[in-house]
Every structure is written in structure tokens, then in C-alpha cells.
């Protein structure tokens, strides 16, 4: 700090310390719009086990319905890209554009063939006659794993964007904002769905 | 962060302004642009919505007489001017939606959270402003939806404001599908709309205040929005999550809230409330915040207890969402969950009343400027004052079991939500206007305006407190079939009377609006004499704000300062002397 500090006064320098999160504004700004997205999660949730716990009966046993196994390998898909977000950032900061690419054009693949196992299994379940409207079992598993897959599909819409970006060379040790960003925004639909996938499938 | 430029003139990006006019004026990402359109778009909202209650006050004051111009409403609202119980319905709900969502939240939240927060923290403009231009133009196709209810097949929603399972998830009930799916459907867009907001506002003040403009030298209307922002943000998604539950269950027939298939209509009043008494406090905050600008504007003194505002309005914020139960003392609760909402609520009570006697603590022995901004926030005080109490009436639950769901309940809202929030608008609009559009508004004009409205605000609201201690019930349509309501008809059209005259007196209000804009004074850089950043560029601010960012010096409200000549020490004067004064916090 280059200015001088009289203490107890009423004038003060400016004082640049003050300033700011430290953070740039497009991070901040995706951990502040993170928060909100736990709250609709939550509201989600919050009723999915409101529903569970005063109606029992209305949950069959676990696989009965749902395809486990099919859905583990989702999973461990995104797990997967998860990993792969994690190599392009790291390579976004070392200022490797091929391996930031490579690593990125994976992570979409990963990304979209996770949306697609998932509408795989829909069209099975609803070739089976099992729909929303099929009791307090459907209506929540529609709507939850389906809100995540819609917000996977936009994390992927996102990615493709960034991607084309980081093909242009528009990504620099000096500033990977949009690699980083992009990179919170997917673990946390990846964590959503681990949360998902233990309370939707598993329990 | 780079150091700032010295304070030369014309140093830095020299705001020469080349921008298209619908870059300028339509699709612009300036904040001050995106704050007038908001304010445009919720006036326009405003006045629908009180037209709607002016309809409704016709049908409670002179039940099946027809409407006085009533005849241009089609059959299906109307027939022959006589308003439709179904139709009533749809009048009550979309009064309070449109109120809520469209006026007085948008008015409060998207007009001058995007006004003030850039130019009162030193700020070119905000964080993300094209989120900013976003967050504008996914309100509007929202507001569009809501009004294209009232013209699709079954009229608009008719569930009330609050939508409440399962009237509102199965449409065999009130016989409206469409309405209350574009209700929904509008909500739930909103709701984006006010979270790209809200994420914009808060990154704006944390990351983008100006050198030396600390948290604890933030003026408290900034404060107040600030916490605002965090509750929309955490609010909001949870009633988007409810609507689309909501959503689901009147379109792809999930069993959310309709009992048959064992989904739960108080998991809706939960998520709703989750959601609804955060709301409250997002409608009065910044309401609080700007009439604590005004106060010491008109009172020429710094406000009193900064700190214990700064305290209070976080208090108020966090204790808002431990309260949400105290809506549902009526939908089977156990009493000892009903006792803990009650004491939570009181509690709202302590920091509320520190506000109040902060308020007072400015006037007293202030050399009080009567403006018209400073008239409507002593009455913003007064108003609030007695909605605060009859909350505290509310909150116990024995008296809440008797009033429920009464006309004491509509006068509680309307004294926080009118004489409160709205008073306050008032002040914010007319303290604000020159800054916005570089003209003074008509100060006798304003004065008028401001004077019926007060008289006929309350002529409206108070004898309601009365209707509802003798059980006059809420969102009924003809109070002259109940035998024990027959008495009360007299009163009911004395409300009438005289809701009628305080929706003409608003139009004083426009013509000051409207004229001004073109006929006003022209407005100098600082007509009010305050110390705040807003005032130290022109009237209106050039695109950018400031040729180079402010520098800030000074405590907001720094009014009647020893250390200067005038009475008022704006933020970002720098003194030759650094006085030393004892007791003073150094910085924040």
C-alpha cells in the first residue's frame, strides 16, 4: 500500500485494499449464480423427500423399474468428464492449446453422450408405460433427473461455445476465465448428479 | 488491481458516445438505460394493476350494479358491466401478481438496484451489463405472457396470487387450464429474469466499488439492495422449482400437490411461503434503504445509528427466512412449531423498530428540508410504522386464528406493501428523477400529489382493519348475500369512494412524470444538495459514468460538516487538512 493511513481520521486515502473479492467478476459471478442453482436444487430435493418420507408405499423397491446398471455407467461418464475438465483447465493454464483442446473436445463427447444415454433410457421407460404421471414415483424422477439433464444439455451448449473459442486461440496462461467458469459450472451439475443418482436410483 | 489515474480532466476514455439508437435506447446495456426501462415497463405495470383493484372495489361497494364503463369488457369478464364471480377471481389474483412481480419488485429491485448501484459505489456500470440488457429483456416477454392470460380460452388464473395447491394444479376446480399455465409459465421466466439480476448486482458491489468506498461507507440504500439481491437469489429458485412442479402437474399430470395419488397442497404453501416471506422483505429492504437516503437528505444531518442500520438490515434478511410458517398457523401445524414461527416473527419486530427510531433519531433536530422525496418518506416511516404493528398483531397465533384469512389481513399488506413500499417508490422516483432525466419535477405538483395520496391512501386502507375485526372475509365477491356483512356495506362503499379518488389523484402523478420530462427545470448536477457519488457527474450521467473513477474520501450523509462551508460533504471531496476526529472508524 503506497498511501499513508492517519488513524482516526476522517479522511482516509483510498485505500485499493478494499476493493474487490479478489476475484475477477465472471468467477465471482458464476459462484454467486452456483448458489442460486443450489437453492432450486434444493427445492427439488427438499420436496422429493417431503413426498418419500409420508408416502413409502409409493416407491417401488430400488431396480425394480429403473435400469441401475445402465445408469451406473452414466454416471462414472460424467464422473469421467469431470476429469477431463479438470486436464483442459490444467492445460488452459500451462498454455498447451492442442492438449486444452483435445481435453475440452472430449469433455463435450463425454457431456452429450451423457444426455443421450439418458434419453435412451427414457424412451425405455416410457416404452414400458412408465410416465410422470405414473404416481409420486414419476412425477419426481422426471422432474429431477430431468432438470439436471436439461442442465447438462446447456453445460454442453456452453462447452461447444468455449471449445470453438480455445480452437481460435482465444485462451492464454495470462486469461482462461471462460475455461474456468465453464469448469465450475460442470463439477457442480457432476455433483448434482451424484446426489441424484443416490437418492433417485440407489436408495 | 492497476492504479488509478490522477484526477485529470477529460483523462481516461473521453465518453464519446457512438452508439446506434437502438443500441442506445432499445437493446442497450447501460445501466442507467436498463433502470429507465425497467421503471417505464413496472409504472405501466402499476396502473394495470390498480385498474384491476378499481374493478374490484366497484363489485365490493355496489355488489351487481354494473361497472360505469364497464360495457366495453367482453361477455366472458362482463356481461352488461356486471363483473363475473369467475372473473372476480381472476381480478383478485392478477391484482396481487401483477403488484408484486411486475410493480412493486421490479419498481423496487430492477429500477434502482440498475440505477443506483454503479453510481452510488463510483462504478462505470455493472458487472456483466450484457446479463444486465438480459435480465431487462427476459422480464419483458414475461410481462407479455402475463397479460395474454386474460385473453386466451377460460380466462386468466383465478388460484389467487399465492397459487394454492390444489385449486391451482387441477383446472376441473376454477375452470381455467391455459391462464393458469401462462401464470406459471410468466412467474417462472420472471424468476430468471430477477436472478440474472440479482447475480449482477451482487458481483457489481463486492467487485466493482470505487477506491476508498469501503463496505461501512456504502450509503444504506446500496446496503439494503445489496441484501435484497442475496435474498432474490436464494428466494427466487425455490418458487421457480414450485411453479414447475406446479407446471407439471396441471400439463404432464405429476401428483405433486394433488392429493389423489398422495402428493401433498401444503408442500406447495411451504415452498411458496420457503419462498414468500423472503419476498416480503426483498418488497420492503430497499424501500427502507432509499427512504434512509432521503431522511438525512431532508433532514441535513448523517444518519442516525449507520452501523445499527447496516445490523438491522442484515438481521431483517436472515431472520426472513425462518418465518415462512407463521402464513400457515391455518393449514394444521403443531402448536409447538406454531409457537416458534411466532417468536421468530416477533423478533422481526427488534430490528424493524431500530430502523424506525434511527429515522426518528435523524429527524430530530434536523433543519428538515420539506421536499416532496422527503414527504414521502416521512410518510414511507409513519405508514410503516402502523403496517409493522398489525404485523405483530398477525404474528401471535391466537389473534392470527381469529383475523385469518379477514380484511385486517388485506390492511396489514396493503400499509406495508403501499404505505410502505410504495411511499418509498415515491420518494426514490421524485429524489431521483433529476439525476435520471436531467429535469426537476413540478414541486407543487408533487406536493399535491403527495397530500391526497396520503388522505385517501389511508381513507382506503384503514377502515379495512375495521371490516376485518367484524369478519369481513378476503377475495369474497359479493359481501351483501352474508347476513352479518350486510352492516358493513356503508363502509365498503366509503372504500370505494374513496379508492376511486386515490387511483385519479395518481394521475397527478403522471402528468408530473410525463410533463417534466419535457417541460421540467432543467436539473444542475446536485439539486438536493447531497453527498452521495450520483451527484458529482451531470444530469443525466454520460454513458460511462465518470471520464475517470471516482475517488472516495467520506462516510455517506456527511451533511452539516464542521470541516466545510455548505452543509454537505460530498463522498468524494478530498480536504486539504486531514482533521483529526477522535471516535471516527478508521475506514470501515
Request: charged residues 10%.
Amino acid at each position: 500500500m503506497t498511501h499513508a493511513v492517519t488513524e482516526g481520521s476522517v479522511m482516509l486515502p483510498a485505500a485499493e485494499a478494499e476493493q474487490g473479492a479478489g476475484v475477477y467478476n465472471e468467477k465471482l459471478g458464476m459462484w454467486i449464480f452456483l448458489l442460486s442453482e443450489v437453492m432450486f436444487f434444493t427445492a427439488l430435493i427438499g420436496s422429493y423427500i417431503i413426498l418419500r418420507f409420508s408416502n413409502p408405499a409409493a416407491w417401488p423397491a430400488p431396480g425394480a423399474v429403473l435400469n441401475i446398471p445402465v445408469t451406473a455407467v452414466n454416471t462414472f461418464l460424467l464422473i469421467c468428464s469431470s476429469v477431463t475438465m479438470v486436464k483442459a483447465f490444467a492445460n488452459a493454464q500451462d498454455g498447451d492449446q492442442r492438449m486444452l483442446r483435445i481435453w475440452l473436445v472430449l469433455t463435450v463427447l463425454i457431456g452429450a453422450s451423457f444426455v443421450g444415454i439418458q434419453a435412451f433410457e427414457y424412451n425405455q421407460l416410457i416404452g414400458h408405460g412408465f410416465l410422470p404421471s405414473s404416481g409420486l414415483y414419476g412425477s419426481t424422477f422426471y422432474t429431477m433427473t430431468g432438470f439436471h439433464g436439461f442442465h447438462v444439455t446447456m453445460g454442453v451448449l456452453c462447452m461447444i461455445y468455449v471449445t470453438a473459442k480455445a480452437f481460435r486461440g482465444r485462451y492464454t496462461p495470462d486469461d482462461y476465465r471462460g475455461v474456468e467458469v465453464i469448469g465450475l459450472y460442470w463439477h457442480f451439475v457432476d455433483l448434482v448428479w451424484i446426489i441424484l443418482f443416490t437418492i433417485v436410483y440407489l436408495i | 488491481m492497476a492504479t488509478i489515474a490522477p484526477p485529470v480532466e477529460h483523462a481516461g476514455h473521453p465518453l464519446v458516445d457512438d452508439r446506434s439508437f437502438i443500441r442506445k435506447y432499445i437493446f442497450s446495456t447501460d445501466h442507467k438505460i436498463i433502470g429507465i426501462q425497467f421503471l417505464l415497463m413496472s409504472l405501466l405495470f402499476l396502473l394495470v394493476g390498480g385498474a384491476l383493484a378499481m374493478v374490484m372495489r366497484w363489485q365490493l361497494g355496489y355488489p351487481g350494479r354494473p361497472l360505469p364503463g364497464g360495457g366495453v369488457l367482453p361477455e366472458t369478464m362482463a356481461p352488461g358491466g356486471v363483473v363475473l364471480p369467475e372473473f372476480y377471481n381472476s381480478l383478485v389474483t392478477m391484482h396481487g401478481t401483477f403488484m408484486v412481480f411486475f410493480a412493486i419488485m421490479p419498481l423496487l429491485v430492477g429500477v434502482f438496484g440498475n440505477y443506483l448501484i454503479p453510481l452510488k459505489i463510483g462504478a462505470p456500470d455493472m458487472a456483466f451489463p450484457r446479463l444486465n440488457m438480459a435480465s431487462f429483456w427476459t422480464a419483458v416477454p414475461a410481462g407479455i405472457l402475463m397479460v395474454a392470460g386474460f385473453f386466451v380460452e377460460g380466462g386468466h388464473a383465478s388460484a389467487g396470487w399465492t397459487g394454492y395447491a390444489p385449486l391451482s394444479a387441477d383446472p376441473e376446480y376454477t375452470g381455467v387450464s391455459a391462464g393458469q399455465q401462462l401464470w406459471c409459465l410468466s412467474l417462472i421466466i420472471l424468476g430468471l429474469s430477477s436472478i440474472l439480476g440479482a447475480v449482477n448486482y451482487i458481483s457489481t458491489v463486492i467487485n466493482l466499488r470505487a477506491p476508498g468506498m469501503t463496505w461501512f461507507r456504502l450509503p444504506l440504500s446500496i446496503w439494503s439492495l445489496f441484501i435484497t439481491a442475496i435474498l432474490v437469489l436464494l428466494a427466487m429458485p425455490i418458487l421457480s422449482g414450485a411453479l414447475i412442479m406446479l407446471l407439471f402437474d396441471q400439463t404432464l399430470g405429476t401428483h405433486f400437490f394433488l392429493p389423489a395419488e398422495g402428493g401433498q397442497p401444503i408442500l406447495w404453501q411451504h415452498l411458496f411461503w420457503f419462498f414468500g416471506h423472503p419476498e416480503v422483505y426483498i418488497l420492503i429492504l430497499p424501500a427502507m434503504g432509499m427512504a434512509s437516503d432521503v431522511i438525512a437528505n431532508g433532514s441535513r444531518k448523517p444518519i442516525f445509528g449507520y452501523h445499527s442500520m447496516v445490523f438491522a438490515i442484515m438481521s431483517i434478511g436472515f431472520l426472513g427466512w425462518i418465518v415462512w410458517g407463521h402464513h400457515m398457523f391455518q393449514s394444521g401445524m403443531n402448536p409447538t412449531l406454531a409457537t416458534s414461527f411466532m417468536i421468530s416473527t416477533m423478533l422481526i419486530a427488534v430490528p424493524s423498530a431500530i430502523k424506525v427510531f434511527n429515522w426518528l433519531g435523524t429527524m430530530w433536530g434536523g433543519s428538515i428540508r420539506l421536499h416532496v422525496p422527503m414527504l414521502h418518506a416521512t410518510a414511507f416511516v409513519a405508514m410503516f410504522v402502523i403496517g409493522g404493528l398489525s404485523g405483530v398483531f398477525m404474528a401471535s397465533t391466537p389473534v392470527d386464528i381469529y383475523i385469518h384469512d379477514t380484511y385486517f389481513i388485506v390492511a396489514h399488506l396493503h400499509y406495508v406493501l403501499f404505505g410502505g413500499s410504495l411511499f418509498a417508490i415515491f420518494a426514490a422516483i421524485t429524489f431521483w428523477y433529476p439525476k435520471m432525466f436531467g429535469r426537476m419535477m413540478s414541486e407543487r405538483l408533487g406536493k399535491i400529489h403527495f397530500g391526497l395520496t396520503f388522505i385517501f391512501y389511508n381513507m382506503v386502507f384503514f377502515p379495512m382493519h375495521q371490516l376485518g375485526l367484524h369478519g369481513h372475509m378476503r377475495r369474497i365477491y359479493d359481501p351483501s348475500i352474508y347476513d352479518f356483512l350486510k352492516p358493513l356495506g356503508g363502509l365498503n362503499r366509503f372504500i370505494t369512494i374513496s379508492a376511486f379518488l386515490l387511483f385519479a389523484t395518481q394521475i397527478l402523478f403522471m402528468i408530473n412524470f410525463i410533463g417534466s420530462w419535457f417541460r421540467g427545470r432543467k436539473a444542475s448536477n446536485n439539486p438536493w444538495d447531497d453527498t452521495g457519488l450520483e451527484w458529482t457527474t451531470p444530469s443525466p450521467p454520460p454513458h460511462g459514468n465518470w471520464p475517470v473513477t471516482p475517488r472516495v474520501y467520506h462516510r455517506p450523509y456527511e451533511f452539516s460538516s464542521p470541516l466545510v462551508e455548505e452543509d454537505f460533504l460530498p463522498q468524494d471531496r478530498e480536504l486539504d487538512t486531514p482533521p483529526a476526529r477522535a471516535g471516527s472508524a478508521p475506514g470501515h
